[in-house]
């Protein structure tokens, strides 16, 4: 038990426990590896540090006009910003080790490891203590029941950024990059107050789990859920379980 504590405490003990495998089941199962390069503008020296992670928030942001329609949030437009290189301001200049003085840089972020099942959480509730306001985000996004991580890991973002001079980032893909939706959470209220409902899926039938209400609905009214949580499970388990439950 001293050891778990440990592992829960320290995030360097959870990220040589999660490259080991010598961990808790929760972080067997969630735990993947996010890594994050700041870029020198000035002569290209890259700063490369990792991180666990059991989730991955992602920014719903405000929908731009797209001449008389507003385009709707995807998912996928979520993954795209959240490794999408960021220009860091005057302000977070970071110390380059190879200029020797305060330089500014860009930022981007990656995938080094998959976990068994990615946990996506959207960001439904904002707090901005300059405007001293708060508030929930009710926009409904689209999501997808198949979902290929392969753009968004360290690899692909690599070989995107250096071409075919760089071939891979250790273990990224040792696991499979196809992931399928099996849990949806949702969010109903204000933010002082509310209501979860999770949609769950079992042998390619959806259910409804409300409290101690579970009923079973169709796909469409899954797909007309507003995300607040969504959980991919990667393709090659999905199909187990499914032939699993089917035979049994």
């Known amino acids: 038990m001293k050891k778990i504590g440990m592992w829960h405490k320290n995030p360097s003990f959870i990220l040589s426990f999660i490259c080991s495998g010598d961990c808790c089941i929760a972080h067997r199962v969630f735990s993947g590896i996010l890594r994050s390069d700041v870029m020198c503008t000035a002569c290209g020296f890259t700063s490369t540090t990792y991180d666990p992670c059991i989730d991955i928030s992602l920014d719903l942001t405000t929908p731009e006009p797209s001449g008389k329609t507003l385009t709707t949030p995807t998912l996928i437009g979520c993954l795209d910003r959240f490794t999408r290189p960021e ?92 992931f399928e939706l099996f849990a949806v959470v949702t969010h109903t209220g204000k933010l002082d107050a509310g209501h979860y409902v999770t949609y769950l899926r079992l042998s390619n039938e959806w259910y409804k789990c409300d409290d101690c209400w579970v009923t079973r609905v169709s796909e469409s009214i899954v797909r007309g859920a507003q995300g607040y949580m969504m959980f991919y499970v990667q393709k090659m388990l999905f199909y187990k379980a499914t032939e699993k439950g089917g035979t049994s």
């Open 87 to 178: 220009r860091l301001g005057s302000d977070q200049k970071f110390f380059c080790q190879q200029c020797q003085i305060r330089q500014e840089s860009l930022k981007q972020m990656s995938i080094r490891k998959l976990p068994l099942v990615s946990c996506f959480h959207i960001k439904r509730f904002e707090h901005s203590p300059v405007k001293k306001l708060s508030r929930k985000v009710d926009r409904y996004m689209q999501f997808p029941f198949s979902l290929d991580m392969s753009p968004y890991l360290s690899s692909s973002i690599l070989r995107g950024r250096f071409g075919n001079r760089v071939f891979g980032d250790g273990n990224d893909a040792e696991l499979g990059s196809e």
